[in-house]
T-cell receptor, first 117, second 113 residues
Framework: EAGVVQSPRYKIIEKKQPVAFWCNPI?????LYWYLQNLGQGPELLIR????????DSQLPKDRFSAERLKGVDSTLKIQPAELGDSAVYLC???????????????FGPGTRLTVL | GDSVTQMEGPVTLSEEAFLTINCTYT??????LFWYVQYPGEGLQLLLK?????DKGSNKGFEATYRKETTSFHLEKGSVQVSDSAVYFC????????????FGKGTKLSVKP
């Protein structure tokens, strides 16, 4: 079974430029998460989707960050414009999401390492 | 709010040594608890989990017991190998929710032959 796929794996941009990250979750997984992982820290949630609906985006900086999951499958996370402090690893995860109240296992992709110069 | 605190690293051990990585949590209700591992160059992988008090999660020789009285979920392994070198993250999901993982800062383990 294919895991969570993310691209690109690495991205280097100059500040004020836009950037986009793509995630394809495990087939059949309804729930998709985007996490931000700063160096030396644990991941922190940016947004969670149940199918195509963003059910928790309280930690997403909406002035510059946006995300979409139009058909409830793959997802794109965008930053425009990027700032120096956005340099981090952006992780995508997915889970089955078919049993409300249960503890789904989240499966993580390899992440996209963003460097903003 | 809910949070996870784990021992700071790095931790350096010799092969076959005993490993303990401490993890304590603060949460309302009854969270589920997890250990994730991140090997060099790879994504986070679930190592083990426990969903209620006194549950013991185990995998690949690693164990952790959900201790509600001490709000702890310490990771242990009796004999580490070089291949266990990785960063280990303790995490929780708040009780009653199918939701977001809250992670500790991670503990880097290096095992020397």
């Amino acid at each position: 079974e294919a895991g969570v796929v993310q691209s690109p794996r690495y991205k280097i941009i100059e500040k004020k430029q836009p950037v986009a990250f793509w995630c394809n979750p495990i087939s059949g997984h309804n729930t998709l998460y985007w996490y931000l992982q700063n160096l030396g820290q644990g991941p922190e949630l940016l947004i969670r989707y149940e199918n195509e609906e963003a059910v928790d985006d309280s930690q997403l900086p909406k002035d510059r960050f946006s995300a979409e999951r139009l058909k409830g499958v793959d997802s794109t996370l965008k930053i425009q414009p990027a700032e120096l402090g956005d340099s981090a690893v952006y992780l995508c995860a997915s889970s089955l999401g078919k049993s409300p109240g249960s503890t789904d296992t989240q499966y993580f992709g390899p992440g996209t390492r963003l460097t903003v110069l | 709010g809910d949070s996870v605190t784990q021992m700071e690293g790095p931790v350096t051990l010799s092969e076959e040594a005993f490993l303990t990585i401490n993890c304590t949590y603060t949460a309302t209700g009854y969270p589920s608890l997890f250990w994730y591992v991140q090997y060099p160059g790879e994504g986070l992988q679930l190592l083990l989990k426990a969903t209620k008090a006194d549950d013991k999660g185990s995998n690949k020789g690693f164990e952790a017991t959900y201790r509600k009285e001490t709000t702890s979920f310490h990771l242990e392994k009796g004999s580490v190998q070089v291949s266990d070198s990785a960063v280990y993250f303790c995490a929780l999901t708040p009780g009653g929710s199918q939701g977001n993982l809250i992670f500790g800062k991670g503990t880097k383990l290096s095992v020397k032959p």
